[in-house]
Antibody, heavy 121, light 108 residues
Framework: EVHLEESGGDLVQPGGSLRLSCAAS????????MSWVRQAPGKGLEWVAN????????YYVDSVKGRFTISRDNAKKSVYLQMNSLRVEDTALYYC??????????????WGQGTLVTVSS | SYVLTQPPSVSVAPGKTARISCGGK??????VHWYQQKPGQAPVVVIY???DRPSGIPERISGSNSGNMATLTISWVEAGDEADYYC???????????FGGGTKLTVL
């Protein structure tokens, strides 16, 4: 069974940093792009970042460019999101998701259960 | 950046048909995917590539896409269909994922 489990969410002050992790199991991790998607409390879904199978390509939503970095370790079957210069508006439940489909016609399946990041003073 | 527009809410009686729209400029030229999210749960894909269903998704859930509008159709609506629904595309011009704002489906 394909399974994704996020961790690392916490309460952090504005301007602070946090690193999220996502452990994958049940599929050939190194063969898939991976993604982070977030959902602010009571709000809709927002795609955050994608990373290619070998880590050679990364894409980001404009609002996190220069502040967030997605990375992966295929040996550990894990994907990470390093978040720096955090803002109150980054407060959200962060989901890890597998990227599937034809290149640039992608969708996300499955999703983990999410890890909560709260940015507040 | 590319924008997808969904109605905030749709209400339908049990046994009737619900249609949830997703508008975007020339969305018919893109592949549209749809997710169902129930309270406290992660999203689950119910339609991919405009109209394909993953295994386990009933045939009464279907999708279409043409021109500037994609539509998710749920026939014979049941109480268990009550959820938030999101459309999604990949915008190749910016290489970014895009979600619609979501539609809350209420079963009366």
């Amino acid at each position: 069974e394909v399974h994704l489990e996020e961790s690392g969410g916490d309460l952090v002050q504005p301007g602070g940093s946090l690193r999220l992790s996502c452990a994958a199991s049940g599929f050939m991790f190194s063969s898939y792009w991976m993604s982070w998607v977030r959902q602010a409390p009571g709000k809709g879904l927002e795609w955050v970042a994608n990373i290619k199978q070998d880590g050679s390509e990364e894409y980001y939503v404009d609002s996190v460019k220069g502040r967030f970095t997605i990375s992966r370790d295929n040996a550990k079957k894990s994907v990470y999101l390093q978040m720096n210069s955090l803002r109150v508006e980054d407060t959200a439940l962060y989901y890890c998701a597998r990227v599937v489909g034809v290149v640039r016609m992608w969708w996300f399946d499955p999703w983990g259960q999410g890890t909560l990041v709260t940015v507040s003073s | 950046s590319y924008v997808l527009t969904q109605p905030p809410s749709v209400s339908v009686a049990p046994g009737k048909t619900a249609r949830i729209s997703c508008g975007g400029k020339d969305i018919g030229s893109k592949s549209v995917h749809w997710y169902q999210q129930k309270p406290g749960q992660a999203p689950v894909v119910v339609i991919y590539y405009d109209g394909d269903r993953p295994s386990g998704i009933p045939e009464r859930i279907s999708g279409s896409n043409s021109g500037n509008m994609a539509t998710l159709t749920i026939s014979w609506v049941e109480a268990g269909d009550e959820a938030d629904y999101y459309c999604q595309v990949w915008d190749s011009s910016s290489d970014q994922g895009v979600f619609g704002g979501g539609t809350k489906l209420t079963v009366l």
